[in-house]
Antibody, heavy 118, light 111 residues
Framework: EVQLVESGGDLVQPGGSLILSCAASGFTFSIYWMSWVRRAPGRGLEWVAITSQDESEKHYVDSVKGRFIISRDNAKSSLYLQMNTLRAEDTAVYYC???????????WGHGTLVTVSS | DVVLTQSPLSLPVTLGQPASISCRSSQSLVDNDGNTYLNWFQQRPGQSPRRLIYEVSKRDSGVPDRFSGSGSGTDFTLKISRVEAEDVGVYFCMQGIHWPWTFGQGSKVEI
């Protein structure tokens, strides 16, 4: 059974940093693209970042470019999101999401809450 | 960014009756390879999203055949032939061709 378990969400002050982790199991992690997607309170879903299997290709939504870094450790079947210079508008539930074929994703974690507030 | 507009945003349904959700894209979702990367997800209360449909009309394993997807280019539809109680939740479309991939606002199905 595919499982994606996020951790690391917390209350952090504006300008602060946080690292989110996602532990994957139930599939061969190293052969799939992986993503982070977020949902801010009262708003829709937003793609944050995506990485290829070997990290040779990464893409970020404009609002987090230069502040967030997506990375992975295939030996540990883990995905990470380094979040720097956090802003109030980064407050959201962050989901770890597994690629499911071209142009799609198929499995989502339950999410971890990041709150940016003083 | 590609904007996906869903309608209706709230859909009261009757058990056993059909239901339909529209998803319209601001740009064509047909890729150079000829495929169309439009997906549908279901999110039940308290659960993570679950993919129902990919590439417009391909149903995921384990998804009841009362769910079907159709459409082309910029206009797409998710249909439930006969709504069951377990279908309550939020349904959203997602495009996977133009970065950043984007989602519809979500349509809430309630009995």
């Amino acid at each position: 059974e595919v499982q994606l378990v996020e951790s690391g969400g917390d209350l952090v002050q504006p300008g602060g940093s946080l690292i989110l982790s996602c532990a994957a199991s139930g599939f061969t992690f190293s052969i799939y693209w992986m993503s982070w997607v977020r949902r801010a309170p009262g708003r829709g879903l937003e793609w944050v970042a995506i990485t290829s299997q070997d990290e040779s290709e990464k893409h970020y939504v404009d609002s987090v470019k230069g502040r967030f870094i997506i990375s992975r450790d295939n030996a540990k079947s883990s995905l990470y999101l380094q979040m720097n210079t956090l802003r109030a508008e980064d407050t959201a539930v962050y989901y770890c999401v597994k690629a499911g074929g071209i142009g799609s994703v198929d499995y989502w974690g339950h999410g971890t809450l990041v709150t940016v507030s003083s | 960014d590609v904007v996906l507009t869903q309608s209706p945003l709230s859909l009261p349904v009757t058990l056993g009756q059909p239901a339909s959700i529209s998803c319209r894209s601001s740009q064509s979702l047909v890729d150079n390879d000829g495929n169309t990367y439009l997906n549908w997800f279901q999110q039940r209360p308290g659960q993570s999203p679950r993919r129902l449909i990919y590439e417009v009309s391909k149903r995921d394993s384990g998804v009841p055949d009362r769910f079907s997807g159709s459409g082309s280019g910029t206009d797409f539809t998710l249909k439930i032939s006969r709504v069951e109680a377990e279908d309550v939740g939020v349904y959203f479309c997602m495009q996977g061709i133009h970065w950043p991939w984007t989602f519809g606002q979500g349509s809430k199905v309630e009995i």
